[in-house]
């Protein structure tokens, strides 16, 4: 797998159109930034104060978008470095994590948050490591 950082994670700015009836939000376009192939979307909600930690995958790229909500995101790579993001109703942005990089949620806000995933590979249980959040030393805001 080698040497990653959290400093690799991409931040994408995302456009948010507004229209009569509702907002069209924009996910993903395979010539973005961040874009290294599709296998997969699904989508993860996450109650208020909700904690969802600590998972790596070990191939998949990530794409994490928050279209609804607020959510908390930690993110911590093998030197234990920390980065978090804020993602959601107040900052629309897409998040590319690539393989390697521990990483976990907190649902923030006042409602429940829905969290997208587009993954460049499908799921596979036997490429994703998981590690309950006492695991690390790391206090949730």
């Given at each position: 797998?080698?040497?990653?950082?959290?400093?690799?994670?991409?931040?994408?700015?995302?456009?948010?159109?507004?229209?009569?009836?509702?907002?069209?939000?924009?996910?993903?376009k395979c010539s973005d930034?961040?874009?290294?192939?599709?296998?997969?979307?699904?989508?993860?909600?996450?109650?208020?104060?909700?904690?969802?930690?600590?998972?790596?995958?070990?191939?998949?790229?990530?794409?994490?978008?928050?279209?609804?909500?607020?959510?908390?995101?930690?993110?911590?790579?093998?030197?234990?470095?920390?980065?978090?993001?804020?993602?959601?109703?107040?900052?629309?942005?897409?998040?590319?994590?690539?393989?390697?990089?521990?990483?976990?949620?907190?649902?923030?806000?006042?409602?429940?948050?829905?969290?997208?995933?587009?993954?460049?590979?499908?799921?596979?249980?036997?490429?994703?490591?998981?590690?309950?959040?006492?695991?690390?030393?790391?206090?949730?805001?």
């Open positions: 797998m080698g040497a990653v950082s959290v400093d690799q994670i991409l931040i994408t700015p995302l456009k948010r159109i507004q229209v009569d009836g509702g907002d069209v939000l924009h996910g993903m930034p961040g874009y290294a192939d599709f296998g997969e979307a699904y989508f993860s909600m996450v109650e208020v104060g909700g904690i969802k930690a600590w998972k790596r995958h070990l191939c998949m790229t990530l794409n994490l978008i928050v279209p609804i909500g607020t959510v908390f995101f930690a993110f911590m790579d093998d030197e234990e470095l920390i980065r978090e993001e804020l993602v959601g109703d107040e900052r629309y942005v897409r998040l590319t994590v690539p393989p390697g990089i521990w990483f976990g949620f907190k649902g923030v806000g006042n409602k429940e948050s829905v969290v997208l995933n587009i993954a460049n590979m499908p799921h596979d249980p036997g490429e994703v490591e998981r590690r309950l959040p006492a695991d690390f030393d790391y206090i949730w805001k």
